[in-house]
């Protein structure tokens, strides 16, 4: 499985069913490369450059020559700038945009980063800056050109963010954050960032989706991890990791994340345009709360399941264990059940249920379905809190062997949900 990460050092994604997308390739940080540009001139070929030149040198009798000058379009210049084009969109999220690279011992990694403050704070992907610490450096350059050094503040590893502090900065441009909750599917949206270590890089797109749910290999590779993103058609390639997604007012709507390849990495067919975001109105409050806390908390429904339930007739999510006095045991969820919707959104697997678990807050409220036809019944969960201190994961099977990390120290065999 390899990484759906942006940055440059990634892990692999695939898509899974409605309403979830496979593991993606989080363009995860990596090894930076020298870039090779090679640039074929049109026309330098054959009989086509005796055409061409006669035509430009023709020397009349006069002794004259035509002087060779481009008038500009001012008209269409200033149409294009103002808010709701492509133009205008990539000129304001590019200001408040970095580029970020962290180098040590074990190799380099480059990512980009949103400015959230004039003094520095900058937002990321937490997968840009996993390999921070233990003599390692972060180098972050912003869009005036300067360069600075950063510290962590932050990280939470189950919504893929992290928070850096510049040391010394001042007189940043912050960004100007949106709301997710308004997307619309086939919005026009703009990326900008550090593809490939190539700064200041804008592409465009539209959102292609909403709510999917998003599984890439965890770091130990022996399950994956889960969060709920937006889809978008817009390129996102290795580097573009923590950069702002933007709506054509400029306004950051999602945190790019990941993108899915696929089953190009196993040599089968190469997937395209499939990129994802975390939504602004997620990152807003784990942003916050790194901000205040040097630490995010994420919600608790207190039981356990893997990607392959243990009854394959099965639709939707399996318990294989509840938490003792946890949220769903108090609402009368026993092992056993099946999930098959949070609120009005079905569920079809366990990681469908991990990432609806996570667009909620510790302590909401929420309805949950268990069962399905006239065996259906709802009860409503008062999710638990914990703090977020490891990815939220599971295995791809029920079995106890090659268990990953379950990252919030419950029982059972599979990654606790969140």
Request: negative net charge.
């Amino acid at each position: 499985m390899t990484s759906p990460y942006p940055t440059s050092h990634g892990a692999p994604s695939h898509v899974a069913g409605h309403p979830s997308v496979g593991t993606p390739d989080r363009p995860r940080a990596g090894v930076t490369k020298p870039i090779v540009v090679t640039a074929l001139l049109a026309g330098l070929l054959g009989g086509v450059v005796g055409v061409g030149g006669s035509a430009l040198l023709n020397n009349d009798d006069s002794g004259s020559v035509p002087v060779l000058s481009s008038a500009p379009d001012t008209a269409n210049n200033a149409a294009d700038v103002k808010p709701g084009s492509v133009t205008y969109a990539a000129q304001i999220a590019s200001k408040s945009t970095a580029d970020i690279k962290v180098a040590g011992a074990q190799g380099s990694a480059v990512g980009s980063g949103i400015v959230l403050s004039p003094d520095g704070y900058v937002l990321t992907n937490n997968h840009v800056v996993a390999m921070a610490g233990n003599g390692s450096t972060i180098q972050v350059t912003t869009s005036d050109g300067k360069t600075y050094g950063a510290e962590v503040t932050g990280t939470s590893p189950s919504y893929d963010l992290a928070v850096i502090k510049l040391d010394g900065a001042s007189g940043l441009t912050p960004a100007a954050l949106g709301d997710s909750d308004g997307l619309q599917v086939g919005e026009q949206v703009v990326a900008v960032g550090s593809p490939e270590n190539l700064s200041n890089t804008v592409t465009s797109g539209i959102v292609s989706a909403l709510s999917r749910t998003v599984t890439a290999a965890d770091e130990s590779g022996s399950g994956v991890t889960v969060y709920n993103g937006l889809q978008t058609d817009t390129p996102i390639n290795p580097g573009n990791s923590g950069g702002p997604l933007v709506n054509l007012k400029g306004q950051v709507v999602g945190v790019n994340s990941a993108v899915d390849t696929g089953q190009a990495a196993s040599g089968g067919v190469q997937a395209y345009g499939l990129g994802f975001a975390i939504p602004v109105n997620t990152a807003k409050r784990i942003g916050n709360e790194l901000l205040q806390d040097g630490q995010a908390t994420k919600p608790v429904l207190g039981v356990s399941g893997s990607l392959t339930a243990t009854d394959s007739a099965a639709e939707g999510a399996q318990i294989s264990s509840v938490q003792s006095g946890g949220a769903a045991d108090q609402a009368g969820i026993k092992q056993g059940d099946v999930i098959t919707k949070i609120g009005d959104t079905p569920i079809s697997n366990y990681a469908d249920l991990m990432a609806q678990i996570l667009t909620h807050t510790p302590g909401e409220t929420v309805s949950v379905t268990v069962g399905s036809g006239s065996d259906a019944r709802t009860v409503q969960v008062k999710l638990g809190s914990a703090v977020d201190k490891q990815e939220t994961t599971i295995p791809e099977s029920g079995g106890q062997s090659n268990q990953p990390r379950i990252p919030f120290g419950g029982g059972g065999f599979g990654g606790l949900v969140p």
